[in-house]
């Protein structure tokens, strides 16, 4: 069965820190592209970072670049998402999603909200 599973979101003060993990079963990580989206109340589902598979290139979106970085543990099958210098603005769900030419799938996101 496949599944991607997000953690480590909550709640925290403008200028923290929080490691979202998303963690896969039923396939492997390094043959999908696996990103990171977010939602906030409102606003449509946006990109924020992403890996490749094959290489491993990544990219951010501008809004997060030089604060938030993705990562994968292909052992663990697990892919994360630290976020530091956290702003106001990137209170969201965030969601995992992996893609390859076949298959898409999304975790059921966790809400990171940021607030002082």
């Known amino acids: 069965q496949v599944q991607l599973v997000e953690s480590g979101g909550g709640l925290v003060q403008p200028g923290g820190s929080l490691r979202l993990s998303c963690a896969a079963s039923?396939?492997?990580?390094?043959?999908?592209?696996m990103s990171w989206y977010r939602q906030a109340p409102g606003k449509e589902r946006e990109l924020v970072a992403t890996i490749t598979s094959l290489d491993g290139t990544i990219d951010y979106a501008d809004s997060v670049r030089g604060r938030f970085t993705i990562s994968r543990d292909n052992y663990k099958n697990t892919v994360y998402l630290q976020m530091n210098l956290l702003k106001l603005e990137d209170t969201a769900v965030y969601y995992c999603?992996?893609?390859?030419?076949?298959?898409?799938?999304w975790g059921q996101g966790t809400q990171v909200t940021v607030s002082s």
């Open positions: 999603n992996a893609d390859n030419i076949f298959h898409g799938y």
């Open positions: 039923g396939f492997t990580i390094t043959t999908y592209v």
